[in-house]
T-cell receptor, first 114, second 110 residues
Framework: EPEVTQTPSHQVTQMGQEVILRCVPISNHLYFYWYRQILGQKVEFLVSFYNNEISEKSEIFDDQFSVERPDGSNFTLKIRSTKLEDSAMYFC????????????FGEGSWLTVV | GQSLEQPSEVTAVEGAIVQINCTYQTSGFYGLSWYQQHDGGAPTFLSYNALDGLEETGRFSSFLSRSDSYGYLLLQELQMKDSASYFCAVVPSGNTPLVFGKGTRLSVIA
């Protein structure tokens, strides 16, 4: 069964450093997402991406964050100048159709900022 | 904006039936989805309701009442492996990403 894959599974970084989280969405999907989940809290939407551009973003997704699809398979989330409160699980997801009633999530990248 | 309310915790006995409710207030509504998340794992899709009524998938069923802005997830013949967090999520419009509730932590006990 096709799946969304994410790397790294866990990254520890020092405050102020930049991190890049990588994702390979399901191959025939066209809509890509990043979500964040702080430990013990709900899953929060960050950004959606379609046709090589951001289609929607939340208030969380400020200038510190950026996304890119550098080639035909990868979808990345860059976090600049990380802060302690950026520590969370970051989930990449993809869907075949807009609206995302059925979104497939990757296993997540756990980011710890120290 | 959107807000979703669901109980924070539910405990039920193995073999029993449990219902997890979700009420929502949204500026737009296209449908209601349910996701399961085991500790340390990814949310996995369980069901989606766009129309009023009951959708059944094996031991799991999901119900939606659009007029009441209410839905529920029904889990039957509970098994220990069903212990997880369950999130309702609203699809606000045809091209807007999911908005998740805070989740209900289900504990299944022997």
């Amino acid at each position: 069964e096709p799946e969304v894959t994410q790397t790294p599974s866990h990254q520890v970084t020092q405050m102020g450093q930049e991190v890049i989280l990588r994702c390979v969405p399901i191959s025939n999907h066209l809509y890509f997402y990043w979500y964040r989940q702080i430990l013990g809290q709900k899953v929060e939407f960050l950004v959606s991406f379609y046709n090589n551009e951001i289609s929607e973003k939340s208030e969380i997704f400020d200038d510190q964050f950026s996304v890119e699809r550098p080639d035909g398979s990868n979808f990345t989330l860059k976090i600049r100048s990380t802060k302690l409160e950026d520590s969370a699980m970051y989930f990449c997801a993809s869907s075949a159709s807009a609206g995302g009633n059925t979104i497939y999530f990757g296993e997540g990248s756990w980011l710890t900022v120290v | 904006g959107q807000s979703l309310e669901q109980p924070s915790e539910v405990t039920a006995v193995e073999g029993a039936i449990v219902q997890i409710n979700c009420t929502y207030q949204t500026s737009g509504f296209y449908g209601l989805s349910w996701y399961q998340q085991h500790d340390g794992g990814a949310p996995t899709f369980l069901s989606y309701n766009a129309l009023d009524g009951l959708e059944e998938t094996g031991r799991f069923s999901s119900f939606l009442s659009r007029s009441d802005s209410y839905g529920y997830l029904l889990l039957q013949e509970l098994q220990m492996k069903d212990s997880a967090s369950y999130f309702c999520a609203v699809v606000p419009s045809g091209n807007t990403p999911l908005v998740f509730g805070k989740g209900t932590r289900l504990s299944v006990i022997a």
